[in-house]
């Protein structure tokens, strides 16, 4: 039995919900309560000590870290395989993962966190707020998230993730004007890892983001239509966050627009 410690709107487990549904895996999901701070407690620390979603448990073993569980996944499950086997496209689809975890996911994180968790501290003393941060593992993590709090979208980490953000969809586009998919001639794991960060940009309505780049609006039409999309992502999201995600994402789009170089 596979189990997803999950959230329905952690780009995180999204890519892993993605590979899970292009497979047809059955599994069964663990709602964590991120605003709630479940990631935090005692328990879940030790399926994951870094306090974060998704952990994928195998059989009983604990496993973190979403790009790696896609690969296992694809490893476990070889039928519709996920990644080439041209060794060119094999790196290609891991430079586009590597940068996933290494920029765009913070940047995600720094736009994504405060909509979710800034009107939940704001019901908060400052004390307990700032107390409930300081729990948090990761030091780069927990400095951003307290940059966030006390400053708001206007915070130095904003301004630099609304730039990275808009780099990765630049990017992206010089590379699809020339090849349908990421890693090259076929849907992989690098598509996969990059739709959840399509999704955040389409439920805080951000897409004016990539309203310019052809080629990234013909792919996200072509990933958005796949099954899995539906499985995966839409059918999680719970209609009264949609709203809720689109109204703040709204009210805030014309001051990222401004802080794009
Ligand atoms: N490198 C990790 C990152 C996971 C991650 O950042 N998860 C976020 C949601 S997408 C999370 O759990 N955030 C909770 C928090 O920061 O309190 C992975 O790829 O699994």
């Known amino acids: ?21 292009e497979k047809g895996i059955e599994f069964e999901s663990h709602f964590v309560d991120l605003a709630a701070k479940q990631n935090l407690t005692p328990e879940y620390l030790q399926l994951n000590p870094a306090g974060l979603v998704p952990t994928l448990v195998l ?33 290609q689809m891991r430079i586009w993962t590597k940068r996933l975890d290494e920029s765009l996911h913070a940047a995600c994180g720094a736009l994504q966190w405060p909509m979710l ?24 993590r927990r400095g951003r998230q307290q940059e966030l709090y006390r400053l708001g979208m206007s915070a130095p980490v904003a301004v630099t993730a609304v730039n990275t ?23 992989s794991l690098a598509d996969i890892g990059v739709m959840p960060y399509f999704q955040t940009l389409k ?41 809720q995600f689109s109204a703040a994402g709204d009210a805030i789009w014309p001051e990222l627009k401004a802080a794009i170089v």
């Open 1 to 21: 039995m596979i189990e997803l410690h999950d959230h329905p709107v952690s780009p995180c487990a999204q890519k892993v919900r993605l590979v899970l549904a």
């Open 59 to 91: 059989d009983g073993r604990p496993i973190p870290e979403s790009t790696v569980i896609c690969e296992l996944l694809d490893d476990l499950y070889p039928e519709s395989p996920l990644r080439s086997k041209d060794p060119l496209e094999l790196a």
């Open 117 to 140: 968790m800034l009107p939940v501290l704001a019901k908060m003393s400052t004390e307990d707020a700032e107390a409930l941060l300081m729990k948090v593992p990761d030091p780069v």
């Open 165 to 187: 953000y808009r780099k990765f969809l630049v990017d992206m586009e010089a590379l699809l004007k020339q090849q349908s998919w990421l890693a090259g001639s076929s849907f």
């Open 203 to 243: 439920h805080f309505c951000w897409t004016e983001m990539f309203a310019d780049l052809t080629a990234v609006g013909q792919w996200y039409e072509r990933c958005f239509a796949r099954p899995s999309y539906q499985a995966a992502i839409a059918s999680a999201m719970p209609p009264p966050l949609i709203e």
